[in-house]
């Protein structure tokens, strides 16, 4: 009996010792996986192209040319990278008088993010993929 009693308890510690604890939370990965040109694919049904700069005023900084399709020849909205997450600044107006909050998160070379945008009348819920072209 101890001869078979071994090769169990050898073979439950290797699966035992193979076991990891999953904490749940995404590895930070810096300012510069989201720096670049991303391709949007909208819930609104649309697909456009925004640009992801770093706020040189800012080592957490970034802003976000051409956000919500609002166009290039506005300033751009800002946000803050925290670990995976990138968060719209609080109280900020873009475009023609746009209200936006919301953030989202960085995962697998992509970002999936989950905002409204406020108009003055309608409030939209957007949920947008940001994916590099």
């Avoid at 720096?35 to 005023?57: A, M």
């Avoid at 909050?101 to 108009?119: A, E, L, N, Q």
Wanted: glycine share 10%; with cysteine; aromatic share 10%.
């Amino acid at each position: 009996m101890r001869a078979t009693f071994l090769p169990v308890v050898f073979l439950l510690g290797m699966i035992l010792a193979g076991c990891t604890k999953d904490s749940g939370t995404q590895p930070d990965p810096g300012r510069a996986a989201f720096i670049g040109d991303w391709t949007v694919t909208s819930s609104l049904k649309l697909t456009y192209d925004v640009t992801i700069s770093e706020d040189p005023n800012s080592s957490t900084g970034v802003f976000i040319h051409n956000f919500a399709d609002i166009g290039w020849s506005y300033a751009p909205a800002g946000a803050a990278i925290k670990g995976s997450k990138i968060v719209l600044d609080a109280n900020q107006t873009i475009g023609d008088g746009l209200t936006i909050s919301g953030s989202g998160t960085y995962s697998s070379s992509r970002i999936s993010w989950s905002y409204t945008i406020f108009d003055g009348a309608d409030m939209v819920t957007v949920t947008e993929i940001y994916t590099r072209p």
